[in-house]
């Protein structure tokens, strides 16, 4: 069973709007990543936030984790046409039972229009 | 996808065939993965490795048997392959349990596989 959902499934947007994603989990994790990935390749991965952490930054991507509602949200700001792929928010739930596996959600497929 | 190559990348077969997926690694990474991806279903896990000869099951390894007999290669194998394992197949490696603060993965490009 997938660990991660994510919401919207699908989100259209213009160039230059911001893109919002959330992603919701059942169990405690370590951490929880977001990967990209264009189509027809494989993931890339973005940026991880850890369950201390309750934001973070990479260039134009903004992370949020709350861990009391077993959440997390993924903003893409000032879109390009280039953002143009599907996200995945993946959790590392870091027990032995789960070492060294990640649990991916379906994904949000964005496609940003010029 | 440098450092990680999957082949085939294509492969077309029938039910009842036998099929193996090869993912080679040049990094050196520990942790080896088989997802395959779904519409609707995100990537599950299928198997994985943590060393030459050490591999366990993922959620969905019925049908799947898997070899790492070299630390760069891990193969996938289909012993008969049937309709619903039809889907593109990833590798992923990591460098988890060699240091690294956190277990991040770097996918290969994948592999289709249609089972007729």
């Known amino acids: 069973s997938q660990q991660g959902e994510e919401d919207p499934q699908a989100l259209s947007i213009q160039e230059g709007e911001n893109a919002t994603m959330n992603c919701s989990y059942k169990t405690s994790i370590n951490n929880l990543q977001w990967y990209r990935q264009n189509s027809g390749r494989g993931l890339v991965h973005l940026i991880l936030?850890?369950?201390?952490?309750r934001e973070k930054h990479s260039g134009r991507l903004r992370v949020t984790l709350d861990t009391s509602k077993k959440s997390s949200s993924l903003l893409i700001t000032a879109s390009r046409a280039a953002d143009t792929a599907s996200y995945f928010c993946a959790t590392d739930a870091g027990a032995t039972d789960s070492w060294g596996k990640l649990q991916f959600g379906a994904g949000t497929q964005v496609v940003v229009t010029p | 996808d440098a450092g990680i190559t999957q082949s085939p990348r294509h492969k077309v077969t029938e039910t009842g065939t036998p099929v193996t997926l090869r993912c080679h690694q040049t990094?050196?990474?520990?942790?080896m993965y088989w997802y395959r991806q779904d519409p609707g279903h995100g990537l599950r896990l299928i198997h994985y490795s943590y060393g030459v000869k050490d591999t366990d099951k993922g959620e969905v390894s019925d049908g799947y048997s898997v070899s790492r007999s070299k630390t760069e290669d891990f193969l996938l194998t289909l012993e008969s392959a049937t309709s619903s394992q039809t889907s593109v197949y990833f590798c992923a490696i990591s460098e988890w349990g060699q240091g690294a603060g956190a277990n991040v993965l770097t996918f290969g490009a994948g592999s289709r596989l249609t089972v007729l």
């Open positions: 990094e050196n990474h520990r942790y």
């Open positions: 936030i850890r369950s201390n952490e």
